[in-house]
């Protein structure tokens, strides 16, 4: 069995994490042709790591997630059908509306805990059009700190390494490793067989073996987000599609309201 070194195995590790953060992105136009770069990266990664029954689980995800690649039309298409533009969509992406005790203040508080998160890391959210809490933005944050470990450890800087490795098994406890399995199996039954099912059960496989790998052990929230308690309005990123999504929103809310009281058609 191989075994790779510390700075290898989290440069690979990172790698891993910037594929499952790209497959989540709302797609621009640059995405397929930054997709197959990556891809092709996790392959090499993946083969750094080494066999072993954990890594051919992981390696059988990322073969079918590859086998599955979009065109730019196709997945923006999915990627809005499972997604969506506000927090009203089939799956919701983000941290704080799954956890089923965070009213609109302990909410805000929960964003500003992980805004202060990253902070404390030197990290700054560019204004990317999404949330602290989006899960593409928490993956990224992950693979910052895999490198930040590789930096370290090749520096000869364990201490560094140490406290890099340790803030990813108390973000993995605290945060992702809390709520996005429960996100994964919601995709792996809309999208059994489509890109995003599969590459949630890719990073549900990457994340089980991290979690093993750091002894990550988080508590996780309900299987479905709670209601939010923010409106449209608040939910809306402020992308282009903000007028489209409220106006196609209201129009749903208002249809289900009537149905609620029995109106005719």
């Known amino acids: 069995m191989k075994h790779a070194s510390r700075v290898d195995e989290a440069l690979s590790r990172a790698v891993l994490y910037r594929l499952a953060s790209h497959a989540f992105r709302d797609p621009p136009p640059s995405w397929p042709a930054e997709w197959d770069a990556i891809a092709r990266g996790a392959g090499s990664a993946l083969e750094e790591l080494g066999d072993g029954p954990e890594s051919d689980r992981l390696c059988d995800a990322f073969d079918a997630l590859a086998g599955r690649a979009l065109g730019l039309e196709e997945l923006q298409t999915a990627h809005a059908r499972l997604f969506g533009h506000t927090l009203r969509a089939a799956v919701v ?78 973000f993995l406890a605290e945060h992702i490793g809390r709520w996005v399995p429960g996100l994964c199996r919601k995709l792996a039954m809309l999208d059994a067989q489509g890109f995003h099912g599969c590459a949630a059960e890719f990073l549900e496989q990457l994340l089980a073996s991290e979690s093993r790998r750091l002894d990550a052990r988080a508590a996780p929230v309900a299987e479905l987000p709670r209601e939010s308690a923010l409106a449209l309005e608040d939910c809306c990123m402020g992308c282009d599609h903000e007028a489209s999504c409220l106006e196609v929103h209201r129009a749903f809310d208002f249809a289900r309201g009537a149905e609620s009281r029995g109106d005719p058609p």
């Open 93 to 170: 992406p983000y941290e704080t509306e799954w956890d089923p005790a965070a009213g609109q203040i302990l909410q805000a508080h929960l964003l500003a805990d992980l805004a202060a998160f990253y902070r404390a890391f030197g990290l700054e959210l560019a204004p990317c059009g999404e949330r602290v809490d989006h899960l593409s933005v928490e993956l990224s944050f992950l693979q910052f700190l895999a490198v930040k470990e590789a930096l370290a450890a090749e520096r000869g800087q364990g201490e560094l390494a140490d406290v890099a490795r340790d803030a990813e098994r108390r």
